[in-house]
């Protein structure tokens, strides 16, 4: 999709990081935009900035884990704006604990947020773009959909899914005009962490330390990688990758597929992440 503006776009988990900062800047280039979360303080507040700036855009609190909200969401898009051209499925949760303490709540809750809500995005969407014969489906993965890291296991599932219903997406589309794109983000400077489930064990220290280590190791501002989003869509890139540290990993996963874990092992430690 080489013209953004004019265009109706549908941005999932626009109330903060990557969601809001990919919203203000398609509005920027001129798209209506339809924002949706479950956060309506920081949704408003995205809708705020972007009609400070001459955009236009409609809020919708909508929980993505519920297919039924998903297709009234979808409906209530088609009824006001005529239909969506631009789907950005971007809400999701990460959560940490080894698998051996994971409990299938934690894992349910991040499986029915960053997978379900990503597949029922695209499917309740799919329609009205066919309908149009045209748009862009954007999945934001992560680079823990390239490679997995130890205490990951319920976001790497989820994000390695969203990888994999993408891509088969896209082959099944590839003779239509609508195109489809995953995103791998590197570490992104949002509220991820801060919003992440831990064990109930993890104390407030361990959490702050883990929020913090992050902090540090993200080094891309959700600015940049909503640039790098945008530019994706515009060149239609069936995979986009953000920040050097995607870049690095893509590669390295190439090169070492079943042997990269040397690599995060102390990353992951600094970040506070339990790996022993
Ligand atoms: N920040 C990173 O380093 C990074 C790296 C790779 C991938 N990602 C992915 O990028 C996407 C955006 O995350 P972010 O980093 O901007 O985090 P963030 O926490 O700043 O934003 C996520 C947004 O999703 C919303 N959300 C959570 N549950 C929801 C639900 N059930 N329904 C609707 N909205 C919901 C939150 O309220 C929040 O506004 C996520 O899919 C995340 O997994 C982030």
Redesign the pocket.
């Known amino acids: 999709m080489t013209s953004i503006a004019g265009k109706v776009a549908v941005v999932?988990?626009?109330?903060?990081?990557?969601?809001?900062a990919t919203a203000c800047l398609l509005a920027a280039e001129g798209a209506r935009l339809a924002i949706?979360?479950?956060?309506r303080a920081?949704l408003e507040k995205t809708a705020e900035t972007i009609r400070a700036a001459g955009g236009q855009v409609t809020t919708y609190l909508?929980?993505?884990?519920n297919k039924d909200a998903v297709y009234g969401f979808a409906d209530q898009v088609a009824a006001d704006m005529g239909g969506a051209d631009i789907v950005l499925n971007?809400?999701?949760?990460?959560q940490m604990a080894r698998v051996e303490d994971l409990t299938y709540d934690d894992f349910e809750w991040v499986m029915n947020?960053?997978f379900w809500?990503m597949v029922y995005g695209t499917k309740a969407f799919l329609p009205q773009m066919q309908a149009k014969g045209a748009g862009h489906v954007i999945n934001?993965?992560?680079?823990?959909g390239l490679i997995a890291v130890p205490t990951q296991a319920a976001?790497n599932s989820a994000?390695f899914a969203i990888r994999g219903f993408t891509e088969a997406l896209r082959l099944e589309l590839k003779d239509t005009d609508i195109n489809v794109s995953s995103v791998?983000?590197?570490?992104?400077?949002?509220?991820?962490v801060?919003?992440a489930r831990f064990l109930q064990s993890t104390s407030v220290g361990e959490r702050e330390e883990a929020v913090s280590g992050f902090d540090k190791l993200?080094r891309t501002t959700?600015e940049k990688a909503a640039m790098t989003i945008v530019k994706g869509i515009k060149k239609n890139k069936p995979r986009i990758l953000i920040g050097f540290d995607a870049r690095l990993v893509d590669w390295v996963q190439r090169l070492l597929p079943t042997r990269y874990g040397f690599m995060f092992k102390g990353q992951a430690e600094d970040s506070g992440f339990k790996l022993d």
Do not use: L
């Open positions: 999932t988990g626009a109330a903060s990081g990557i969601g809001r949706t979360d479950v956060d920081g909508v929980d993505v884990a971007n809400a999701g949760v990460a947020i960053d809500g934001v993965s992560s680079i823990f976001y994000k791998h983000p590197g570490g992104i400077k949002t509220n991820i801060r919003n993200a959700p």
